[in-house]
């Protein structure tokens, strides 16, 4: 593992711990030329995924990317980073397991909503408002409304 500090190619496991959620390993190294301390996290992937863009482009599956937006949504709500984790790896097991390896990104963004409806309201509409790409405050409203009255049934 290459040391982030001085670029040293060799470094040493000093602990190894899985993470709360049990989908990663957390590994604590020590670079063996500067000595300095860094950590790592190993995650098991069942295959690479491309995500299908529109206008027919194609880019690869960043995990930390959907990590990013799911955390954007959930600023200053009652959700913890475990929470975010858990989410965005349930996410990333489904996509995995689908079979395909070319996954659009409308599905993303349909299972992300669809686990933030059940975290978080607030970080739902939130979500919601930039993948649904609303324009104006009765984009809110309508959208809103129906969360409201989908939670009263």
């Not at 299908?52 to 194609?58: F, I, S, V």
């Not at 409304?145 to 049934?153: P, S």
């Given at each position: 593992m290459r040391c982030p500090f001085c670029g040293n190619e060799d470094s040493q496991v000093k602990d190894s711990r899985p993470t709360e959620d049990g989908a990663a390993i957390r590994r604590r190294r020590q670079c063996e030329a500067c000595a300095a301390r860094f950590t790592t996290f190993e995650r098991i992937q069942l295959r690479d995924l491309t995500v299908?863009?529109?206008?027919?482009?194609?880019e690869p599956f960043e995990r930390d990317k959907l990590v990013r937006s799911v955390s954007t949504a959930t600023r200053k709500r009652p959700v913890t980073a475990v929470q975010i984790e858990k989410l965005v790896s349930g996410i990333q097991r489904q996509l995995e397991t689908m079979g395909d390896t070319e996954v659009p990104s409308e599905k993303i963004g349909e299972l992300v909503m669809e686990g933030l409806k059940g975290l978080d309201p607030v970080a739902y509409i939130r979500f919601a408002s930039v993948y649904k790409d609303f324009r104006e405050a009765k984009d809110f409203e309508d959208f809103a409304?129906?969360?409201?009255?989908?939670?009263?049934?």
């Open positions: 299908l863009k529109n206008q027919d482009r194609r409304g129906n969360v409201t009255e989908a939670g009263k049934e």
